[in-house]
């Protein structure tokens, strides 16, 4: 069974930095990409970047080029979402999603990690 | 970059009535790359439809999604009580994902 499990909800400061997690099983991590997907409290899904672990190809939307940092360990299955200086604008909800390879949808879905940026 | 606009933004229907939602490209979108996903209130997104008109594992037959070009059609043809949810259309294009704003379908 596809699984993605996402690390718990954060609170931090602004300036803080941060890194989430998307722990995946049940399927060959090196042979689909991992996205990640922003959804601000009550508004739309963004996808923010993506990631193909099995060669580290990396691909950002413009709008979170230099904002966030996507990673992805080998060894254990995970992609990483990190920033080095949170903005209370960070608030969001965010989703890691797996892309099959050859295809560009997004089939499973994260539970989702909600961080909260406040002073 | 390519913007897709959904409509209507609200959709206000009674169970067991057809829903039509729209989603239009700002320029041509291969259908493979169109996709729709349902959010439910406090729930992740799921995959409804992909190639623009080919339904998920395990999604109902009255979802049926449909278009080219420019212009994308999903459609639920009987509304059930689980249906009402907000609906995004998504797309790839030149290395880059977007996804509508969504259409919200609620109970009349």
């Known amino acids: 069974e596809v699984q993605l499990v996402q690390s718990g909800a954060e609170v931090k400061k602004p300036g803080e930095s941060l890194k989430i997690s998307c722990k995946t099983s049940?399927?060959?991590?090196?042979?689909?990409?991992i996205g990640w997907v922003r959804q601000m409290p009550g508004k739309g899904l963004e996808w923010m970047g993506i990631?193909?672990?099995?060669?580290?190809?990396?691909r950002y939307s413009p709008s979170f080029q230099g904002q966030v940092t996507i990673s992805a360990d080998k060894s254990i299955n995970t992609a990483y979402l990190q920033w080095s200086s949170l903005k209370a604008s960070d608030t969001a909800m965010y989703y890691c999603?797996?892309?099959?390879?050859?295809?560009?949808?997004?089939?499973?879905w994260g539970q989702g990690t909600l961080v909260t940026v406040s002073s | 970059e390519i913007v897709l606009t959904q409509s209507p933004g609200t959709l206000s229907l009674s169970p067991g009535e057809r829903a039509t939602l729209s989603c239009r490209a700002s320029?041509?979108?291969?259908?493979?790359?169109l996709a729709w996903y349902q959010q439910k209130p406090g729930q992740a997104p799921r995959l409804l439809i992909y190639?623009?008109?080919s339904r998920a594992t395990g999604i109902p037959d009255r979802f049926s999604g449909s278009g080219s070009g420019t212009d994308f059609t999903l459609t639920i043809s009987r509304l059930e009580p689980e249906d009402f949810a907000v609906y995004y259309c998504?797309?790839?294009?030149?290395?880059?994902?977007?996804f509508g704003q969504g259409t919200k379908v609620e109970i009349k």
């Open positions: 998504q797309q790839y294009g030149s290395s880059l994902w977007t």
């Open positions: 049940g399927y060959t991590f090196t042979s689909n990409w």
């Open positions: 999603v797996r892309q099959p390879g050859g295809v560009r949808y997004f089939d499973y």
């Open positions: 320029q041509s979108v291969s259908s493979t790359y």
């Open positions: 990631i193909y672990p099995g060669d580290s190809d990396t």
């Open positions: 190639g623009a008109s």
